[in-house]
């Protein structure tokens, strides 16, 4: 069954490095999400991205960070300078872009500490 | 300001004991209400999407219903692989974003 793969699994930063967190969406999916999870806290949307252009963000999604598709696989997650409230659990999911509600599939995430 | 409540925040189940959750949202037109397991430290797994009131899905030992103001997950006979945190979220109007509840952790001891 197909799935939503992300490296690395886990990944420790100093505060005010770069960080870029990679995913593989599922194949024939058209849009991509970037959700983050703080510790004990609700999943939050971070961005939504369709035909190689973000189509929605969250306030949270300012100009520290970025999203890329490099190629024809690969969608990523860039954080720069990145700081203590970073750190999360960051999910990458897809969509196929068809349907009334476009069910959302996950990966297993990225935990990103900062220290 | 589209908002999901879930109760439960923690239940605790013998093995066999059935229960249901709860997942009360306020949306501006629903496109969408889906249940996920969540097991420490991994990623949000899909289990069903609800589009309108009155729909029902049934997977296994789950039951996902829907109402205009509230879905629920029954769980029926749960056995402990069924531990894990239940998440509820909503899409509504041409958003694509989900927005989640906080979640209800299940405990099934055997």
């Known amino acids: 069954e197909p799935e939503v793969t992300q490296t690395p699994s886990h990944q420790v930063t100093q505060m005010g490095q770069e960080v870029i967190l990679r995913c593989v969406p599922i194949?024939?999916?058209?849009?991509f999400y970037w959700y983050r999870q703080i510790l004990g806290q609700k999943v939050e949307f971070l961005v939504s991205?369709?035909?190689?252009?973000?189509?929605?963000k969250s306030e949270i999604f300012d100009d520290q960070f970025s999203v890329e598709r490099p190629d024809g696989s690969n969608f990523t997650l860039k954080i720069r300078s990145t700081k203590l409230e970073d750190s999360a659990m960051y999910f990458c999911a897809s969509s196929p872009g068809q349907g009334n509600a476009d069910t959302q599939y996950f990966g297993p995430g990225t935990r990103l500490t900062v220290l | 300001e589209d908002q999901v409540t879930q109760s439960p925040e923690a239940l605790r189940l013998q093995e066999g004991e059935s229960s249901s959750l709860n997942c009360s949202y306020t949306v501006s037109g629903l496109r969408g209400l889906f249940w996920y397991r969540q097991d420490p430290g991994k990623g949000p797994e899909f289990l069903f999407t609800?589009?309108?009131?009155?729909e029902e899905k049934e997977k296994e030992r789950l039951k996902a219903t829907l109402t205009k103001k509230e879905s629920f997950l029954h769980i029926t006979a749960p056995k402990p692989e069924d531990s894990a945190t239940y998440l509820c979220?909503?899409?509504?109007?041409?958003?694509?974003?989900?927005?989640w509840g906080l979640g209800t952790s299940l405990a099934v001891n055997p």
């Open positions: 194949s024939n999916h058209l849009y």
């Open positions: 991205f369709y035909n190689n252009e973000i189509s929605e």
């Open positions: 609800l589009y309108s009131a009155g």
């Open positions: 979220a909503v899409r509504s109007g041409n958003n694509r974003k989900l927005i």
